[in-house]
């Protein structure tokens, strides 16, 4: 794709804030790794369902009750279908990716985690990726080890190999992109590896979802975690995947209503997944909205979505490179949805609020990655980061803006 076999208008026009006229004033959204913008069409879900068929799921015989729960059912559907699950049954609703990993942090440490054992994360890690597992290395006597990176922000894969075969090593969870960096990791080189030592693998995908066509049984992890809200998607949902036999074998995450078969005060039998690990009443709306977003992107095609990145993301590393006394954080040759960088000694929250002033939004600071930033002896970074509706004039703002705010500050 070379920018102009993309209707980037007619896409800009679904995203009613990005209406200068919705909106109040002009908005250069570059956050979308935090959260993205909301189509009209997943809005309209939204008012949608409490409108017209609002009701409680998995538990009325009434006519509203069966509906929700169809559409609910419906999405899940359709979100096993978008990320090529074997079966919907393997697709669990949750709050977030956050929720997924704590999911299976604990039932995993609960089932498997003994004494002396070893998780193995890498240093790139969202602390939604850090701290389950230290609460579950806490609870039973195990221990955190960590892959390092090198200084172009890649994996490092020596390191890796050697990490992989440390003995007692019981679980491999690892981010597929880095939210800071941008990096793209060799994932199922990752994944074969694990499995050549039966490791198990969890597979962050909240910044890789919304990037780069995912396909479960290909990546062949036993876990996969991603939030709704990163995209196109609503706050409040988002999933677990996880192969059956996995699912089967972990204990229940939470106890209570819709996780269970039957229940007297000796002994409760559980419910079969992916219901035993949906306790209570799930977010109805969020999933069937998110369900909607998932139309919306396969509407536009996540291989289109993907070209459309890449090129805004070369072009936007090209031209920010021309600023004098720029320091990329992460320059890993494969990348994706964010670019990370400093301009001489300005300090991050400075530049980010002079953009603002601009009406460009960017993220500054740790990013919820604050050992990474150790690593890199830095406070924080810039972060711009991409979705499918920014555009090539939108990155030109930026460069001018962080010209501008250099001269101010420098
Ligand atoms: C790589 C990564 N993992 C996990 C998370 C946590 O996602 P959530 O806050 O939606 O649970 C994020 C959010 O920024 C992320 O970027």
């Not at 720029?326 to 994706?336: C, D, L, P, S, V």
Request: net charge negative; aromatic share 8%.
């Amino acid at each position: 794709m070379n920018g102009t076999d993309w209707d980037i208008e007619a896409i800009r026009k679904d995203f009613p804030i990005l209406d200068e006229k919705i909106y109040g004033k002009p908005l250069v959204y570059l956050d979308n790794a935090a959260t993205t913008q909301k189509p009209l069409s997943v809005l309209d879900k939204l008012e949608d369902y409490y409108r017209k068929y609002n009701s409680n799921v998995h538990r009325g015989v009434h006519l509203l009750s069966q509906e929700a729960t169809e559409a609910y059912e419906i999405a899940r559907r359709k979100i096993a279908h978008f990320i090529n699950a074997k079966s919907d049954k393997e697709v669990i609703f949750t709050k977030g990716t956050t929720d997924s990993i704590n999911l299976v942090a604990n039932c995993f440490g609960r089932r498997f985690l003994k004494e002396g054992d070893i998780v193995l994360i890498s240093a790139m890690e969202h602390h939604s990726n850090i701290v389950p597992w230290q609460i579950t290395c806490e609870e039973h006597g195990g221990e955190l080890k960590v892959i390092p990176i090198h200084e172009n922000g890649e994996l490092n894969m020596e390191a890796f190999d050697q990490l992989i075969d440390t003995p007692k090593l019981k679980f491999l969870s690892i981010t597929y992109v880095s939210n800071t960096l941008g990096t793209v990791n060799p994932i199922k080189e990752i994944i074969v590896k694990a499995h050549q030592r039966n490791i198990p693998v969890l597979v962050d995908v909240a910044q890789a979802v919304q990037h780069i066509p995912l396909d479960v049984q290909d990546l062949d992890a036993e876990f996969v975690a991603f939030s709704g809200h990163k995209m196109y998607g609503p706050t409040g949902v988002g999933c677990l995947y996880g192969k059956t036999e996995w699912l089967d074998k972990l204990p229940p995450y939470q106890g209570g209503g819709d996780m269970i078969k039957e229940v007297t005060f000796a002994k409760t039998e559980y419910n079969v997944i992916p219901f035993k690990f949906e306790a209570g009443t799930p977010d109805i709306s969020g999933a069937i909205v998110l369900g909607e977003a998932v139309d919306y992107m396969t509407k536009l095609g996540i291989e289109n979505i993907q070209k459309w990145e890449h090129y805004l993301i070369q072009y936007a590393v090209e031209q920010l490179r021309n600023i004098p006394n720029i320091r990329f954080i992460g320059e890993a040759k494969n990348r994706a949805g964010a670019i990370s960088f400093l301009v001489g000694k300005i300090h991050p929250f400075d530049l980010g609020e002079l953009l603002d002033k601009q009406g460009i939004a960017v993220r500054t600071g740790h990013h919820c990655t604050q050992p990474l930033m150790d690593i890199f002896s830095i406070a924080g970074t810039v972060r711009a980061s991409f979705a499918l509706y920014n555009t090539k004039a939108e990155i030109d703002k930026l460069i001018t803006g962080v010209e501008k705010a250099a001269s101010i500050l420098g």
